[in-house]
């Protein structure tokens, strides 16, 4: 069973940087897909980055974010980072942290009905 806890978020002024951390049960912090997405009001929810906890570490990107964001993992302490730099407004969203078990990432690592386990989130507000 996967538990999986949100942090780092807060108010930054646009151009700024956060960087949230997702800490996940020692069960699974191995060869699993964690993702992050967002969701603000009004809108679906968006997958962001994804990273394969397991060999190769292969990383996903959605276009907004490409140059900005990196995912990155630190297996020693069963946590996945999300470093956000030159944050927009348009980025202000909830940030949810989600898994899928002994499973590679894939093509459609986007789509939030492929995980069965969440977070429950953390807030980011980027201020003009």
């Given at each position: 069973?996967?538990?999986?806890?949100?942090?780092?978020?807060?108010?930054?002024?646009?151009?700024?940087?956060?960087?949230?951390?997702?800490?996940?049960?020692?069960?699974?912090?191995?060869?699993?897909?964690?993702?992050?997405?967002?969701?603000?009001?009004?809108?679906?929810?968006?997958?962001?980055?994804?990273?394969?906890t397991g060999p190769g570490a292969d990383t996903y990107y959605t276009d907004s974010v490409k140059g900005r964001f990196t995912i990155s993992r630190d297996n020693a302490r069963d946590t996945v980072y999300?470093?956000?730099?030159?944050?927009?407004?348009?980025?202000?969203?909830?940030?949810?942290?989600?898994?899928?078990?002994?499973?590679?990432?894939?093509?459609?690592?986007?789509?939030?009905?492929?995980?069965?386990?969440?977070?429950?989130?953390?807030?980011?507000?980027?201020?003009?």
């Amino acid at each position: 069973q996967f538990r999986l806890e949100e942090s780092g978020g807060g108010s930054v002024q646009a151009g700024g940087s956060l960087r949230l951390a997702c800490a996940t049960s020692e069960y699974a912090s191995t060869s699993n897909c964690v993702v992050w997405f967002r969701q603000a009001p009004g809108k679906e929810r968006e997958g962001v980055a994804a990273i394969f906890t397991g060999p190769g570490a292969d990383t996903y990107y959605t276009d907004s974010v490409k140059g900005r964001f990196t995912i990155s993992r630190d297996n020693a302490r069963d946590t996945v980072y999300l470093q956000m730099n030159s944050l927009k407004s348009d980025d202000s969203a909830m940030y949810y942290c989600a898994a899928r078990a002994l499973s590679t990432c894939g093509n459609r690592w986007y789509e939030a009905r492929n995980y069965g386990f969440w977070g429950r989130g953390t807030q980011v507000t980027v201020v003009s």
